[in-house]
């Protein structure tokens, strides 16, 4: 599975940067809905790299399962600069600019290498890293999660067994009208509520993907899953970087121009095919 950095870690590597000439501590809260999955590890790694590479002055803060808030909340806390990092899928921020949601789009990508082959054209991410910037949001990197699943409570053999089921997805017009033309009634609703939703019979089944409904225990109901293997979710980091304005500079200069040295690519997708193959 592919996961890339961006060039924040680069960024500061640099002797001249301002973080090595100040001796302040600077805390980078970094969060996301999800634990024990992709983004959870994506983090985790990408706040190593931070500490390390800034010498110990910028402290990594990960706050997973939505320990600072719903969804919207923590995007919202990313704007303010409470929160300095958010992990999640696109969708969430189609009400900080619409083209968000195209990142997700039935069809778009039919593979992790081909993410990885898009993204790794520089104009194409930095126009991506780009489009929240207008509202406080920009772009350090990304983690393709894997194909869209239908998790259900009842039994799915054939597209007409899933006709007038509730299904959760995210608040996208993209994923509602997919589980309308479906024959289903999507119903949107947090990461948080699905389990409960499930466990009630609030909803019948829930659009997701494998590495983060199992984590969280949210399959535990379901007994049935049918895979899409078209669609790839992707999930996105984002940051405002409330840090010392030569700080954002660099940071922003490293995303977009220059290689992250110390994270690029290939390192960080050899250390995962070493730890996590299957």
Same mark, same amino acid.
């Given at each position: &599975?592919?996961?890339? @950095? ?10 001249? +940067? ?11 809260? @970094? ?78 990508? +039919? ?7 898009? &993204? ?10 780009? @489009? ?32 007038? &089921? ?28 699905? @389990? ?83």
């Amino acid at each position: &599975m592919g996961i890339a @950095l961006g060039g924040l870690v680069a960024a500061l590597l640099s002797p001249g +940067s301002a973080a090595y000439a100040q001796d302040k501590t600077f805390t980078m809260k @970094l969060s996301t809905a999800t634990i024990n999955d992709t983004q959870h590890e994506w983090l985790k790694r990408f706040a190593a790299l931070v500490e390390k590479d800034s010498g110990g002055r910028i402290k990594a803060e990960i706050y997973p399962a939505s320990q600072l808030g719903s969804i919207p909340r923590q995007i919202e806390g990313v704007q303010f600069g409470s929160i300095q990092g958010w992990m999640g899928p696109p969708e969430f921020l189609v009400g900080v600019d619409e083209r968000f949601e195209v990142l997700s789009a039935p069809g778009l990508f +039919s593979s992790n290498e081909q993410v990885m082959k898009v &993204m790794a054209d520089p104009p194409i991410r930095k126009m991506i890293y780009e @489009l929240g910037e207008p509202k406080g949001l920009t772009g350090i990197g990304f983690a393709p999660i894997g194909p869209s699943s239908i998790l259900t409570r009842k039994p799915v053999k054939t597209l007409a067994d899933m006709k007038g &089921m509730k299904i959760r997805v995210l608040a996208s017009p993209f994923q509602l009208e997919l589980i309308r033309r479906m024959d289903m009634s999507p119903i949107a609703m947090t990461l948080a509520d699905v @389990l409960p939703g499930l466990q009630q019979g609030t909803i019948d089944g829930t659009l997701t993907t494998m590495t983060i409904c199992s984590p969280d225990r949210s399959v535990a109901p379901t007994n049935w899953l049918t895979s899409s293997r078209k669609r790839l979710s992707l999930a996105w980091n984002w940051t405002a970087c409330r840090l010392p304005g030569t700080v954002v500079s660099e940071v922003r200069d490293g995303t977009h121009n220059r290689p992250a040295r110390a994270c690029s690519i290939a390192l960080i997708r050899s250390r995962w095919a070493r730890d996590f193959s299957t």
